[in-house]
């Protein structure tokens, strides 16, 4: 059994620099990123790594994998696992830990933070105030938020936790999930199309990869329709964003509040031209409380690897 000063690969820095110092601490770590010549170092190197840790946002190309013959445990921080390599990770029968369940509360906070800037328009009554445009006219009315539908795509933990939320501003929840959740006291629609229809805000937590790929198409935001907006804090994948330029260039639907887009770090140009959608840099999670929790969670699941050979919180593929 491999001991406290275990090599370690980091793929990159982490998103808590704290949790770099945690690592270095416990394991003889080496960060990939850092390597004058990464490709150079995993060739010479890479057959010294059975752990390796990364993060939700860094991901983890399969030419990394396959550079790595002794990988066998996989650490990441964050929820979701859409960037790492699936099938170059299951080739080698890597097991893969995860960080559900401690991000919940900040990512529905976020979403709640995106849907009120959205409809209230918050950030761009901040720009107006700034400008000095208040002592010249008024800042147009909006829309209220408190008691109106709110359409849940991914009613998993996160879903979940929104929902909660939505209670204490009066609304009524639905959500489309695969299949109903026995029990759930919000009403079940069976297609996403029904979901945004119905809905008064479309909020997207369902996980990225390729089975929500797009699947926020241009029917789906033409059914959520003048007077919705949609919210999404899960993957930009989610959603064709080429089609939400269009909707929302076109007022076909109100407003956006993103926090994630399908290439980042660049949202798309058109974007950042429009003032009826919010735009937030992939920090749902990013609070201090939450990192340091997800950073616990990201040693605790390496530790118990390497102690039993089953992490705390395993991706369930
Ligand atoms: C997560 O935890 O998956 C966050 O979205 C960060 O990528």
Request: glycine content about 10%.
């Given at each position: 059994?491999?001991?406290?000063?275990?090599?370690?690969?980091?793929?990159?820095?982490?998103?808590?620099?704290?949790?770099?110092?945690?690592?270095?601490?416990?394991?003889?770590?080496?960060?990939?990123?850092?390597?004058?010549?990464?490709?150079?170092?995993?060739a010479e190197?890479?057959?010294?790594?059975?752990?390796?840790?990364?993060?939700?946002?860094?991901?983890?190309?399969?030419?990394?994998?396959?550079?790595?013959?002794?990988?066998?445990?996989?650490?990441?921080?964050?929820?979701?696992?859409?960037?790492?390599?699936r099938?170059?990770?299951?080739?080698?029968?890597?097991?893969?830990?995860?960080?559900?369940?401690?991000?919940?509360?900040c990512?529905?906070?976020?979403?709640?933070?995106?849907?009120?800037?959205?409809?209230?328009?918050?950030?761009?009554?901040?720009?107006?105030?700034?400008?000095?445009?208040?002592?010249?006219?008024?800042?147009?009315?909006?829309?209220?938020?408190?008691?109106?539908?709110?359409?849940i795509?991914?009613?998993?933990?996160?879903?979940?936790?929104?929902?909660?939320?939505a209670?204490?501003?009066?609304?009524?929840?639905?959500?489309?999930?695969?299949?109903?959740?026995?029990?759930?006291?919000?009403?079940?629609?069976?297609?996403?199309?029904?979901?945004?229809?119905?809905?008064?805000?479309?909020?997207?937590?369902?996980?990225?990869?390729?089975?929500?790929?797009?699947?926020?198409?241009?029917?789906?935001?033409?059914?959520?329709?003048?007077?919705?907006?949609?919210?999404?804090?899960?993957?930009?994948?989610?959603?064709?964003?080429?089609?939400?330029?269009?909707?929302?260039?076109?007022?076909?639907?109100?407003?956006?509040?993103?926090?994630?887009?399908?290439?980042?770090?660049?949202?798309?140009?058109?974007?950042?031209?429009?003032?009826?959608?919010?735009?937030?840099?992939?920090?749902?999670?990013?609070?201090?409380?939450?990192?340091?929790?997800?950073?616990?969670?990201?040693?605790?699941?390496?530790?118990?690897?390497?102690?039993?050979?089953?992490?705390?919180?395993?991706?369930?593929?």
């Open positions: 059994m491999a001991n406290s000063r275990s090599r370690v690969l980091q793929y990159g820095k982490m998103p808590l620099p704290q949790l770099d110092a945690d690592l270095a601490q416990a394991y003889e770590v080496s960060i990939l990123s850092e390597q004058p010549d990464p490709e150079h170092f995993l190197q890479g057959a010294q790594f059975e752990y390796l840790v990364t993060s939700a946002a860094m991901g983890l190309p399969a030419r990394v994998i396959q550079a790595l013959p002794k990988l066998k445990f996989v650490s990441s921080f964050g929820v979701g696992f859409d960037a790492l390599d099938e170059a990770l299951q080739d080698k029968g890597v097991r893969v830990g995860y960080t559900p369940g401690v991000l919940d509360d990512v529905a906070d976020m979403a709640f933070a995106l849907l009120l800037d959205a409809t209230r328009g918050l950030s761009e009554s901040d720009r107006f105030v700034r400008r000095g445009d208040w002592s010249k006219g008024r800042f147009g009315i909006r829309t209220r938020a408190s008691g109106k539908r709110l359409g795509f991914g009613m998993g933990r996160i879903g979940s936790t929104v929902a909660r939320r209670a204490g501003f009066d609304m009524e929840v639905a959500y489309h999930n695969r299949r109903p959740i026995e029990g759930s006291p919000h009403h079940y629609l069976p297609s996403l199309l029904e979901l945004a229809r119905w809905s008064d805000f479309l909020v997207i937590t369902a996980a990225g990869g390729d089975s929500t790929q797009h699947l926020v198409s241009t029917d789906v935001l033409d059914a959520l329709g003048p007077q919705g907006f949609l919210i999404n804090v899960a993957r930009g994948s989610v959603v064709d964003e080429a089609a939400l330029v269009t909707a929302l260039q076109q007022q076909r639907i109100a407003g956006a509040g993103l926090d994630v887009f399908e290439d980042e770090p660049r949202p798309k140009p058109e974007l950042l031209a429009l003032d009826n959608v919010v735009l937030a840099p992939h920090i749902a999670s990013g609070t201090h409380e939450t990192r340091r929790a997800m950073a616990d969670l990201v040693l605790h699941n390496l530790q118990q690897y390497i102690a039993t050979g089953r992490p705390a919180a395993e991706v369930p593929w």
